[in-house]
């Protein structure tokens, strides 16, 4: 595993950050970053909350559900959506920033599809990094704080996915290049709703889509397409535990217990939006 350190800027005084070392990296100021024995760098700012992110019983219910497939035409779409990216690249290898990778699950897909890519790794869970990395090895991994500035360079991304994760609209118009694309990817009212109606789930705030839209024009970024993608999943009671212990929900729902041993049909049901900076070319 190795970091290329072209994407990075010091959390303290977002200086560019280089090797300094055999492990360690450190920008001009004098501040200093070790990479762990896993591969990934942590770069919080000073004083940042003591969260953790994703803890590993979420991490690996979300790997089993994602490794099923069950997932997999959100994956397509995302894939579909950075078309118009990997046309311009022009033979360059394309650079994107997965901003709350979770497992790695959607950058391997993108990897996949699109071939010769420079893939940053970054999540506030340090568990999360170590296993996108284990899927991606030659990836630079960061653990960082995404509602803070980010430790990230100016207009280093052609892309950014954004995908179930938090959104900073300034820091994402400032690391997304002239005519990058961004891809954001949130739950619709409909999504999981039977697993919702059973108090199982959290619920989803209305026309999430609109808001987000909203929030990022306030930064600059434009949305440029959206599209839905909506199916069922046949869940038996694995399934159903996977779906609820993969997200939020985990910590924060009351969940009955889930005696129904039966499949049952369960809505996938979410938006895949696109942006770009306003006045330029999509």
């Known amino acids: 595993m190795s970091i290329d350190s072209t994407w990075l800027r010091c959390p303290n005084c977002f200086s560019d950050l280089s090797p300094v070392g055999d492990r360690v990296f450190g920008c001009d100021h004098g501040h200093r970053f070790d990479r762990s024995k896993y591969g990934f760098l942590t770069l919080l700012p000073p004083k940042a909350p003591r969260t953790v992110g994703d803890d590993r019983d ?23 959506s950075i078309a118009s990216c990997v046309a311009r690249s022009d033979g360059e290898r394309l650079r994107v920033a997965d901003l709350g990778c979770g497992t790695g699950y959607y950058a391997e897909r993108v990897a996949a599809a699109t071939g010769d890519v420079d893939l940053l790794l970054a999540d506030r869970s340090p568990d999360a990094v170590r296993a996108a990395l284990r899927a991606l090895p030659e990836s630079t991994g960061v ?111 009351t969940s009955p217990a889930d005696d129904h041993a039966e499949a049952v049909e369960v809505t996938v049901s979410v938006d895949v939006l696109t942006f770009g900076h306003a006045g330029s070319a999509g």
């Open 143 to 253: 653990v960082l704080d995404i509602w803070r500035p980010l430790p990230l360079r100016d207009a280093g991304a052609d892309v950014i996915l954004d995908i179930f994760a938090p959104r900073n609209p300034g820091e994402f118009a400032r690391v997304l290049r002239t005519h990058g694309t961004l891809v954001v990817v949130v739950p619709r009212a409909t999504h999981l709703a039977e697993l919702r109606a059973a108090g199982m789930l959290l619920d989803i705030p209305p026309e999430k889509s609109v808001t987000v839209s909203e929030q990022l024009a306030v930064a600059g970024i434009e949305r440029r397409t959206a599209r839905s993608v909506e199916y069922t999943l046949s869940a038996d009671r694995a399934t159903r535990a996977l779906l609820a212990g993969m997200g939020p929900s985990a910590h924060h729902a």
């Open 58 to 80: 979420m991490l690996a219910a979300r790997a089993a559900l994602l490794g099923s497939g069950a997932y997999a035409p959100i994956a397509d779409e995302v894939v579909r």
